[in-house]
């Protein structure tokens, strides 16, 4: 009995060893680009977050062109995948067959896997001619009196990264978002069914408000997932380092600044600048996680799903 107990004991310290390396690697990374980025943010201080001058050859770095695109960008792909997305969710959880609605969720894990590169150049190939021959001429037509849809169409720009942004979260917050609602006690649809309400009334009035802090975390899943994409967003944004108020005007963001630049820095302020930027979208995207793992946690813990 005691060599039971002490195997267990040694199984326990070894798992604790393991969970606490995630937090020790965390915590890690933090403090290696908190030392990394000192000379910068001792030279621009906060200030550093609120300018626009990004001019390596002369040394001053400001990150808000960065921060500007970046957080842009992410809202253009959730106004565009949040809809679709949950309206997915919804139909896949509650309303579809079964089997069709394991087909379809198996097939949009599939996507969730594709790598960002991929998406870039279907991006390069498709989106762009799209939006530049079609979707941004229409918008400006239509509504070019309002600033955000004026100026020439390149078609490349902050509309088509927050377009692919949304293609790329799409998955996500349908998977996620469907988890949430099948996570809603059967008991709950089944009183609203009884109460002479449709499948449809049941749907939105009982079974979506019940599992709205899961479709919010699903929402914030995806928002992390924006603001940190790279490699697809570099591949369509047209990275200019300057504010556009068009929709239709190339510029930065945060993640494409890093992997246009970092190679090429040629002095130790030019690297500390972009090592500062890198820590701002750590910082953000870890707030991010957290939430949003919170959010369905909350909801996981609030009853059972469906039966099977």
């Known amino acids: ?29 933090v403090w290696e680009l908190w030392i990394n980025s000192a000379p910068s943010r001792a030279k621009f201080g906060l200030s550093f977050l609120v300018t626009q001058d990004w001019d390596p ?21 959730l106004i565009i995948s949040v809809p679709l997305g949950v309206g997915a969710a919804i139909f896949l959880a509650e309303l579809a067959p079964r089997r069709l609605s394991e087909s379809c969720t198996f097939l949009i ?27 941004e001429p229409f918008l400006k037509h239509t509504l070019g009196f309002i600033p955000l849809f004026s100026g020439p169409a390149f078609g490349g720009g902050y509309l088509t990264a927050g377009v692919i942004l949304a293609i790329m979260t799409f998955p996500f917050i349908i998977s996620i978002s469907r ?19 449709t499948q449809w009334e049941s749907t939105i009035q009982v ?15 995806g928002l ?29 963001t945060i993640a494409s600044v890093i992997a246009n630049e970092f190679a090429e820095a040629s002095d130790d302020l030019h690297l500390s600048a972009l090592i500062e930027v890198g820590l701002v979208l750590f910082l953000i995207t870890i707030v991010i996680n957290a939430l949003a793992r919170v959010l369905v946690v909350a909801t996981a813990g609030r009853g059972t799903g469906r039966a099977s």
């Open 179 to 197: 988890e949430a609602l099948l996570e809603v006690p059967r008991d709950q649809r089944e009183a609203a069914l009884a109460l002479g309400a």
């Open 57 to 77: 050859s002369n040394g001053q770095f400001g990150a808000l062109p960065f921060i500007y695109g970046t957080v842009l960008t992410s809202v253009i792909a």
């Open 207 to 221: 079974v979506v408000p019940f599992a709205r802090l899961g479709i919010f975390g699903s929402i914030f899943l």
């Open 1 to 29: 009995m005691a060599s039971l107990r002490g195997a267990d004991g040694v199984a326990h310290l070894v798992a604790l060893i393991f969970a606490s390396s995630v937090l020790l690697v965390t915590v890690c990374l």
């Open 109 to 135: 894990e599939l996507l969730a896997a594709v790598p960002s590169v991929i998406y870039g150049l279907i991006a390069i190939f498709t989106l762009v001619p799209l939006m530049r021959q079609y979707v």
């Open 224 to 252: 992390a997932r924006a603001l940190g994409e790279t490699m697809a967003v570099t591949m369509v944004i047209g990275n200019d380092a300057s504010l556009h108020a068009s929709l239709f005007a190339p510029g930065y």
